[in-house]
T-cell receptor, first 114, second 111 residues
Framework: SAVISQKPSRDICQRGTSLTIQCQVD?????MFWYRQQPGQSLTLIATANQGSEATYESGFVIDKFPISRPNLTFSTLTVSNMSPEDSSIYLC???????????FGPGTRLTVT | GQQVMQIPQYQHVQEGEDFTTYCNSSTTLSNIQWYKQRPGGHPVFLIQ?????EVKKQKRLTFQFGEAKKNSSLHITATQTTDVGTYFCAGFGGGGNKLTFGTGTQLKVEL
């Protein structure tokens, strides 16, 4: 498995502002992912973040709104830009161990936009 | 795009009763994974099934992958209060390289 931490664990932000969420892993991993989960709902993949290349975004998510950085094999950030109340959600990062497709999730960041 | 549906959406059982959740994909999967998310927690990996018709057991949990690799099930025997949470299946495949999560089944266990 992997030990994953996320900062902040929660935040309340005003509309129009931006928040950067950090994800730190205790060992080097190739694949990192960012998900969004509305309360009581399933997980929706935002993007895949690979070190040394631009993130790959899923349909409905764009780089201008959710810029992602992946400076090394143990760290990634997701920024939620120009926030609106519709961005209120839990944001989760996850990692995949090379070759086995199993994903391990961080504790999540609960974001409320007012 | 690929869709993964689960039924039921909710299940409320008495402790000791059995529980089953079913997972159906709109496309053929290369593998299927199951995750458990406790209330207020994050998804935790349980198991991965790869082969057609595969059955795996973890203590009271039995996981099955359909012959056509488009459906799966999770059966819990004699539920306990520690089984409370939402169970997600997640499918990998359909030509893509990402995991698509199912809609989830929320299990509540009453004493």
């Amino acid at each position: 498995s992997a030990v994953i931490s996320q900062k902040p664990s929660r935040d309340i932000c005003q509309r129009g502002t931006s928040l950067t969420i950090q994800c730190q892993v205790d060992s080097q991993v190739t694949m990192m992912f960012w998900y969004r989960q509305q309360p009581g709902q399933s997980l929706t993949l935002i993007a895949t973040a690979n070190q040394g290349s631009e993130a790959t975004y899923e349909s409905g998510f764009v780089i201008d709104k959710f810029p992602i950085s992946r400076p090394n094999l143990t760290f990634s950030t997701l920024t939620v830009s120009n926030m609106s109340p519709e961005d209120s959600s839990i944001y989760l990062c996850s990692v995949e161990r090379a070759g086995n497709y199993e994903q391990y999730f961080g504790p999540g960041t609960r974001l409320t936009v007012t | 795009g690929q869709q993964v549906m689960q039924i039921p959406q909710y299940q409320h059982v008495q402790e000791g009763e059995d529980f089953t959740t079913y997972c159906n994909s709109s496309t053929t999967l290369s593998n299927i994974q199951w995750y458990k998310q406790r209330p207020g927690g994050h998804p935790v990996f349980l198991i991965q099934l790869v082969k057609s018709g595969e059955v795996k057991k973890q203590k009271r949990l039995t996981f099955q992958f359909g012959e056509a690799k488009k459906n799966s099930s999770l059966h819990i025997t004699a539920t306990q209060t520690t089984d409370v949470g939402t169970y997600f299946c997640a499918g990998f495949g359909g030509g893509g390289n990402k995991l698509t999560f199912g809609t989830g089944t929320q299990l509540k266990v009453e004493l």
